[in-house]
Structures are given as C-alpha cells and as structure tokens.
C-alpha cells in the first residue's frame, strides 16, 4: 500500500546530502578511503569551557523541564549583548531576540510566518537550499535571483522585475555566502534596505558565517544599515563560529514584529531549548570569541593550501572572501556532476556539484574547508598524482 503523503512534499525534491552519501558509502563499500568535501560540518571540537558548561548546568533538576518558549533572559541578554560588541548594534533583548533550535530552523519556520500559498520570496541561487525549501512547504513559490561571478555573485535587485516585486513578501540574503564564499559590504545592504521599503517587504539575512571572513575583511550585520530595523530580521548561528553544529543553538534578531510572528509559530511547534544548551550559548559569546579568532585562521590556512595547490593542478581558483568553501569553476570539457564524479573515481575524493545549489552553480564545484588537515594534505598528494600534467 502506498501512503498518500502531502501535495508538498512531492514538490521537495530529495535533500541533497541524500544523495550525496548514498554515493560516497557505494565507494567506501567498494573499498576505497573517501575524503569528502561535502559536507560543511566543523572538525574541531566544541571549546572546552562551552561543554563544561553544559555538564555542570544539566545536573540542576530545574532545568529539566519544559524551556521558556522565548528563551532564557541569560541567552537572550548575552546574545544582544554580543550583537552590540561585534556590530555596534543596541537591541531589546525581549523584543528584539529570538533564541532558535539552530538557525535553519528559524529560517524554515520564518516561511510558515511570511508566505501564503500564491505568495512568492525572492531567493538567490546557489544558495543554502532552506529558503526555497521553507517557501516552498509554506505553499508558497520561489522566484530565484541568480548569483553571478561577474556581478560578484550579488543579486542584481534592479533585474527583479516589478509584477514579482509586488507579490514576494520576503528577500533573502545571505553574506558571507554558502556556497560561493562570496562578501558583501554596505551598498547590497542599503539597496535591500530601500527595495523591501519600497515594495514592503521583509528582508531576511542569514549571518551564519559572520565570524569566518580572511584577509582582514570584517563582515557587517544587516542591522548596523540605517532603517534595517524596520523592515529587516538577521539569523546567526552559534555552529560555524564556535563548532557547535551538533549542538543546535542560534537567534534571530531585528525587527520586533517579524519575530514576535517567528515566535508564534514556533510556540506552536516546538518547546524551546534545553536551558543548559543556552547557557553553555552564553558561554559561547561571552567567554569564546578566541576560539572564533583560531578558527578564522585554521579555515584561511586551509584556504591558501588549497587555492595554492589547486592552482598548480591548472584549476582556475578564486580564494573565497569568507565562509568555509571554495566555490571552484569546473575544468574546461566537464559539467560540475561530470567532474565531481571524475575526480571521485579517479582518486576517491568528494566534491559536491554546485548546481546542487541552483542551476547557476552549474559549472561550480563546492570545496568544504571542514576537512582537517592532514587529510587535505592527503587529498592534495592523491589530487597531484591523478591530475599533474
Ligand atoms: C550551516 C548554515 C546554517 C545553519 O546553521 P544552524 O544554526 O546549524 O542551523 C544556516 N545558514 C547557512 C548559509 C549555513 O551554511
């Protein structure tokens, strides 16, 4: 008997990683040492005193029932607090905060709270596949902006046109960007800003890599534009910065209406967070921005290795300006399945295809720099071995 599933779900197409592991396990069936760099996942532990934290606190029997469902006053107040050292930014952190099970979670949900069906969202591609996904269960539609090398793999807002304009109701951005490694500093911002004023719009930013840019760069909050508040919410993500994926902690922040109507729904979904998570959250951005700093300089190490040897193998590299990918075009004569597949037969390594991403990451492969290093260095020596001309 087939199950009758929802009309939605039929129109998700299968998560990428599915297919992505299912590949990666037929090689290692057959034997080989697969070095993926699939997948970004930080390899370093959690800091110390952020898990020190958590054992101490979780032995307190009163948290061990239901979380506050808009977080504890500890987070929510470390986490404004945060804001305003890194960004200049000063936000009510009751009004102003939503602590999130993860940020993907809040950007998924954030949908349910924008998007009717027949609505659309303006969503860059490549990108992070959430926010279409979150659109398209809200029964809502995407309308893609692509993200080109020439224009710096920025939308171009003056190509929406106006009939689309006028039905989205939210835009998402997402700089330092996954997965082109993209910046982007004060005019895309301002520009947002003054296109969702103008067509009443919310505009939704997603900072997760806000903590991991090189060569000096210091990315920006949405929020420190002038009238970002008004129409803009920011998501951050304690995973990339501190390695916590595992640990499903982040916020939203800004504009207190968007995330009153977050909240809403996830009161109505979810219980919040293990309060202990929380408070290993506020150790996190009150004890641990050196170990943000260490992993900066670990991912910008790896990053020169690779764009150096890369380049010695003939591969066209430009080094990302943040993130923790490379966004590599493909060698002439191969589409980016053809050459991740080449390179995974030729030597068991794992690129992902970039038009996993959108059809304008065709052409790209994604580079994760979560791979430690000695097995980068393994991949390099098989990489020269296969490919040296
Ligand atoms: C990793 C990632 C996130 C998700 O972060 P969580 O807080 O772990 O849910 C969000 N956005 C982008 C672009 C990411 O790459």
Same mark, same amino acid.
């Given at each position: 008997?087939?199950?009758?599933?929802?009309?939605?779900?039929?129109?998700?197409?299968?998560?990428?990683?599915?297919?992505?592991?299912?590949?990666?396990?037929?090689? /290692?069936?057959?034997?080989?040492?697969?070095?993926?760099?699939?997948?970004?996942?930080?390899?370093?532990?959690?800091?110390?005193?952020?898990?020190?934290?958590?054992?101490?606190?979780?032995? &307190?029997?009163?948290?061990?029932?239901?979380? %506050?469902?808009?977080?504890?006053?500890?987070?929510?107040?470390?986490?404004?607090?945060?804001?305003?050292?890194?960004?200049?930014?000063?936000?009510?952190?009751?009004?102003?905060?939503?602590?999130?099970?993860?940020?993907?979670?809040?950007?998924?949900?954030?949908?349910?709270?924008?998007?009717?069906?027949?609505?659309?969202?303006?969503?860059?591609?490549?990108?992070?596949?959430?926010?279409?996904?979150?659109?398209?269960?809200?029964?809502?539609?995407?309308?893609?902006?692509?993200?080109?090398?020439?224009?710096?793999?920025?939308?171009?807002?003056?190509?929406?046109?106006?009939?689309?304009?006028?039905?989205?109701?939210?835009?998402?951005?997402?700089?330092?960007?996954?997965? *082109?490694?993209?910046?982007?500093?004060?005019?895309?911002?301002?520009?947002?800003i003054e296109f969702a004023k103008k067509?009443?719009?919310?505009?939704?930013?997603d900072n997760a890599y806000s903590e991991?840019?090189?060569?000096?760069?210091?990315?920006?909050?949405?929020?420190?534009?002038?009238?970002?508040?008004?129409?803009?919410?920011?998501?951050?993500?304690?995973?990339?910065?501190?390695?916590?994926?595992?640990?499903?902690?982040?916020?939203?922040?800004? &504009?207190?209406?968007?995330?009153?109507?977050?909240? *809403?729904?996830?009161?109505?979904?979810?219980?919040?967070?293990?309060?202990?998570?929380?408070?290993?959250?506020?150790?996190?951005?009150? /004890?641990?921005?050196?170990?943000?700093?260490?992993?900066?300089?670990?991912?910008?190490?790896?990053?020169?290795?690779l764009v150096d040897e890369f380049s010695?193998?003939?591969?066209?590299?430009?080094?990302?300006?943040?993130?923790?990918?490379?966004?590599?075009?493909?060698?002439?004569?191969?589409? %980016?399945?053809?050459?991740?597949?080449?390179?995974?037969?030729?030597?068991?390594?794992?690129? *992902?295809?970039? &038009?996993?991403?959108?059809? %304008?990451?065709?052409?790209?492969?994604?580079?994760?720099?979560?791979?430690?290093?000695?097995?980068?260095?393994?991949?390099?020596?098989?990489?020269?071995?296969?490919?040296?001309?």
């Amino acid at each position: 008997m087939t199950m009758r599933l929802s009309k939605r779900l039929e129109r998700i197409p299968p998560y990428l990683f599915v297919e992505v592991d299912r590949k990666i396990a037929e090689k /290692k069936a057959a034997g080989v040492d697969v070095i993926s760099f699939g997948v970004g996942d930080p390899d370093i532990p959690t800091p110390e005193s952020i898990v020190e934290t958590l054992i101490d606190k979780s032995g &307190n029997p009163e948290h061990h029932r239901y979380p %506050s469902y808009f977080g504890l006053d500890e987070f929510r107040g470390a986490a404004s607090r945060w804001v305003e050292q890194r960004f200049g930014v000063r936000l009510d952190p009751d009004r102003e905060v939503l602590p999130l099970i993860g940020s993907k979670e809040g950007i998924a949900h954030l949908a349910l709270a924008l998007l009717d069906p027949g609505d659309l969202a303006l969503v860059p591609e490549p990108s992070y596949p959430v926010y279409e996904m979150g659109t398209i269960l809200a029964g809502a539609e995407p309308y893609f902006m692509p993200l080109k090398r020439e224009n710096g793999f920025l939308p171009d807002l003056s190509a929406v046109p106006e009939e689309v304009a006028e039905r989205a109701k939210v835009l998402w951005l997402n700089y330092p960007n996954n997965p *082109t490694g993209a910046v982007a500093e004060g005019p895309l911002f301002a520009e947002a800003i003054e296109f969702a004023k103008k067509h009443d719009i919310v505009l939704a930013h997603d900072n997760a890599y806000s903590e991991i840019t090189f060569d000096g760069f210091v990315a920006p909050s949405l929020l420190e534009f002038k009238g970002a508040v008004d129409v803009g919410i920011e998501f951050h993500s304690l995973s990339k910065s501190f390695n916590m994926t595992g640990w499903r902690i982040g916020f939203a922040c800004g &504009n207190p209406q968007v995330l009153e109507a977050l909240g *809403t729904v996830k009161t109505n979904i979810d219980s919040g967070i293990f309060n202990p998570i929380q408070l290993a959250g506020v150790t996190a951005l009150e /004890k641990e921005a050196g170990s943000a700093a260490r992993m900066r300089d670990t991912y910008q190490s790896r990053r020169d290795y690779l764009v150096d040897e890369f380049s010695g193998l003939g591969w066209e590299i430009t080094p990302p300006g943040g993130s923790i990918y490379v966004w590599m075009p493909v060698p002439p004569g191969f589409d %980016s399945v053809g050459f991740s597949t080449h390179v995974l037969d030729r030597t068991g390594i794992f690129f *992902t295809p970039g &038009n996993a991403y959108g059809p %304008s990451g065709e052409g790209y492969v994604r580079i994760s720099l979560s791979v430690p290093t000695g097995r980068m260095e393994e991949a390099v020596s098989r990489l020269k071995e296969a490919f040296r001309s």
